[in-house]
């Protein structure tokens, strides 16, 4: 699901407005990374396409871009990983859905 909704959706995506609120990041985001010391592991994630954010081949417009392109994909593949939980209602098992959708949640979330 990452991969078609980063392939079908990024493209659309081609311009977005990086001073939008929506990607300023908060007090409580800002206390949070700190906590979870994010600058000392964050290198060590893997990157789809790190030539996005390579600054030898863009400028810092088209980078800051790509990564409000980026959050806006991790937020709807967030919400999507809900999806899973309207099988229950085909399957039973309510639990096991929300369980996993999410666990779902959660690695997209870090994985932003």
Request: proline residues 3%.
């Given at each position: 699901?990452?991969?078609?909704?980063?392939?079908?959706?990024?493209?659309?995506?081609?311009?977005v407005d990086s001073s939008n609120k929506w990607f300023r990041q908060t007090e409580l985001e800002n206390?949070?990374?700190?906590v979870l010391q994010v600058k000392d592991w964050k290198k060590f994630l893997p990157t789809y396409d790190s030539s996005l954010f390579d600054l030898?081949?863009?400028?810092l417009d088209s980078i800051i871009n790509n990564m409000c392109q980026v959050e806006l994909i991790h937020e709807l593949v967030f919400i999507l990983s809900l999806m899973p939980i309207a099988?229950?209602?085909?399957?039973?098992?309510?639990?096991i859905f929300v369980i996993t959708s999410i666990i779902a949640m959660m690695l997209e979330n870090f994985a932003s």
């Open positions: 699901m990452r991969l078609i909704i980063g392939n079908v959706i990024g493209p659309t995506l081609l311009h206390k949070l990374y700190k030898k081949i863009h400028d099988f229950s209602l085909y399957f039973g098992d309510l639990y």
